[in-house]
């Protein structure tokens, strides 16, 4: 069973923007989805309240003291949202289940620099065990010298750059509503869609 994790040492990434919309797009095509929130803040499980009945269920996934319980039978694919400065024994438990793991970066050199020890320790638990590891950039504009820098950045590590997305108010505005890309019309978020495609692939490897 995939199991997705969005996780970053640093805040403010947009971790929770990730991780809600990925579950989103596993429920829009018929999976038994999962969303689990490690944060202390809770932003997806708020976010999951928010999400109406009409649209294609997402299930919360408890989570207590970091203690990482079995999802119940009928679960196909599991999201976790993690928090800022993930470390330690929760670290260590998530990753002993996950199968892929998601990195959202900002191309400045602060997130950079701050996410960086990280994304070493990653590179070589991808090297040893069975998981996948990639890095989206996060609010970026592809056709900066930032992007390019970032992409150089990562690669060097050895890991993939699985696309840039925009900053764009169309993630604020759906999320207010509990909703994602995948809940509303594909012409409203076309080039938001756009740029998920190489993601997407990556996320439904075999």
């Known amino acids: ?9 640093k805040g403010g990434v947009g971790k929770s923007t990730l991780a809600t919309n990925i579950a989103g797009y596993f429920a829009a095509q018929g ?14 499980r708020a976010w999951l309240a928010l999400r109406p009945g009409s649209l294609p269920e997402i299930k919360p996934w408890e989570i207590e003291d970091g203690h990482v319980a ?3 039978k009928g679960t196909t694919h599991i999201v976790l949202d993690t928090p800022a400065g993930f470390s330690g024994k929760r670290f260590d438990k998530v990753m002993q289940i996950a ?25 070589e638990r991808q090297k040893k065990e069975q998981v996948e590891v990639g890095v989206l950039g996060m609010r ?5 010298r930032a992007a390019d820098q970032l ?15 925009r900053d764009t108010q169309n993630y604020v505005q759906l999320a207010a ?5 995948w809940d509303v019309a594909a ?7 756009a740029q998920w495609e190489d993601l997407v692939k990556w996320l439904e490897q075999k």
């Open 1 to 9: 069973m995939p199991v997705i994790v969005v996780a970053n040492p």
């Open 31 to 44: 999976h038994k989805v999962m969303l689990g929130d490690i944060d202390v803040q809770q932003s997806s």
């Open 70 to 72: 079995k999802p119940p």
């Open 99 to 123: 199968t892929r793991i998601v990195v959202p970066l900002q191309p400045s050199m602060f997130d950079i620099l701050a996410t960086q020890e990280f994304l070493e320790k990653l590179a």
């Open 140 to 144: 970026v504009n592809v056709r900066t």
């Open 151 to 165: 992409q150089k950045y990562v690669e060097s590590l050895g890991l993939p750059v699985l696309g840039f997305l």
């Open 177 to 181: 509503n509990g909703a994602t890309l």
């Open 187 to 193: 012409s409203r978020v076309e080039k938001d869609l």
